[in-house]
């Protein structure tokens, strides 16, 4: 199957579990990253980790947390369950107990704000207090919400991740992230939710009683293309930040941790981004009518199924890469039907010599059903001419 660029895909069906992706060496991470103790960088759109330092390496995300926090939220907005609109009063026990602890928007026993308010507050200005009075509001507890956090992370497999406030608040260590944990959470935060994702993300300031407050988000304002996503530190964390840029159609995800100034940590997001563009290109690859391969089926009406990528995967390469680029389909096979259209069964692990292979989910392009009486005939005697 050949795609633009004369690249060359391989496709045979491997009926075995996948493996964990073969390692090549990803180039280093332009020079100021070196200056956090945690680095990486996604290419979303291709699918492609471009370059990376301890990306599976717990560390605190002090206020990064919010990301979490403004997902569930979405979450509930989105389902109707939360209007933006609402009016919440605020409890004296919530006012008293975040007054003058970090970043707040000083709010006061009883004041009226709507959830809208206490969501900007949260995303821009990283006020705890409007992140707490938020999740009680979603929720009716801080308790409630953060379970709904954890079951939000184990929905998104961010397995080496935990929360246990909705601020980032320093906890003990309770809070943990991993830098490919957040981005997963960045991509669902972008993809589920874009209109409220372009409302709350990435605003410069936020006026609140008749002053402006300002983000300290090293991207907003600043770089072309760059929308957020939310900054975080303490004396403990250093100083992280979870980015998102997009130019002409190629989305990249960053995630700086533990750096030691906030300079540090700018210069680090700033140049990833910048090397992400500048020294990696994306060619036209695979399309959701790109047919790759066919799986076996177990016990349905079909065979096989028919699998191709669930949306288009341009490919990114570092520039003037000249190496062969193949694919192997794999999967824990035969399927068990019934199986639905567009269920992801398989992935396809795209392979570049001298760089880590990386998969590529694949779903199904039709639906099968459970085999009857009479296929399960025919499938049989099938069967004893292979």
């Known amino acids: 199957m050949r795609y633009a660029g004369g690249l060359l895909l391989v496709a045979a069906a491997i009926a075995l579990p996948s493996s964990a992706a073969e390692q090549g060496a990803l180039p280093p991470c332009p020079g100021a990253a070196e200056r956090a103790k945690v680095v990486l960088l996604v290419d979303l759109t291709a699918g492609r980790t471009l370059c990376e330092r301890a990306g599976d390496v717990p560390f605190l995300p002090a206020s990064m947390t919010k990301v979490m926090t403004a997902l569930v939220v979405f979450e509930l907005i989105d389902a109707g369950k939360l209007d933006e609109a609402q009016v919440v009063t605020i409890r004296p026990e919530t006012a008293q107990r975040w007054a003058g602890k970090g970043t707040t928007l000083n709010l006061k026993p009883g004041e009226q704000v ?4 206490l969501l900007m507050g949260t995303t821009v200005v990283s006020a705890n207090d409007a992140s707490v009075a938020l999740a009680e509001a979603a929720m009716g507890s801080t308790e409630a919400f953060i379970a709904q956090m954890n079951a939000k992370a184990r929905e998104l497999g961010m397995t080496k991740s935990r929360f246990a406030t909705p601020s980032g608040f320093p906890d003990g260590g309770a809070t943990i992230v991993t830098a490919r944990d957040m981005v997963r959470l960045g991509q669902a935060l972008i993809g589920r939710h874009p209109k ?4 709350y993300i990435g605003k410069k300031t936020m006026i609140w009683h008749g002053q402006t407050l300002t983000s300290h988000d090293p991207f907003a304002g600043v770089l072309p293309g760059a929308d ?8 403990a964390a250093g100083f992280n930040f979870l980015g998102a840029v997009e130019r002409e159609g190629r989305r990249l995800v ?3 941790g533990g750096a030691r100034t906030e300079t540090d940590r700018a210069n680090a997001a700033r140049d990833m981004a910048e090397w992400g563009y500048a020294e990696w290109t994306a060619q036209p690859f695979l399309t959701p009518q790109s047919v790759v391969g066919a799986a076996r089926v177990q016990g349905g009406a079909a065979r096989e199924v028919r699998l191709a990528p669930p949306r288009a995967f341009p490919l990114a390469l570092p520039k003037d890469y000249h190496g062969k680029v193949s694919g192997r ?6 399927l068990n039907a019934p199986l639905a259209k567009g269920q992801q069964v398989a992935v396809l692990r795209i392979e570049t010599p001298g760089l880590p292979s990386y998969d ?12 009857g009486p009479i296929d399960r005939l025919v499938n049989g005697l099938l069967g004893l001419f292979e």
């Open 114 to 117: 709507t959830i809208g308010e």
């Open 329 to 334: 389909i794999l999967y824990q096979g035969p």
């Open 228 to 235: 957020g996503i939310k900054t975080g530190h303490t004396f």
């Open 196 to 199: 409220l994702y372009r409302r």
């Open 360 to 371: 590529l989910p694949l779903v199904t392009t039709s639906a099968v059903a459970a085999a």
């Open 254 to 256: 960053l995630v700086v």
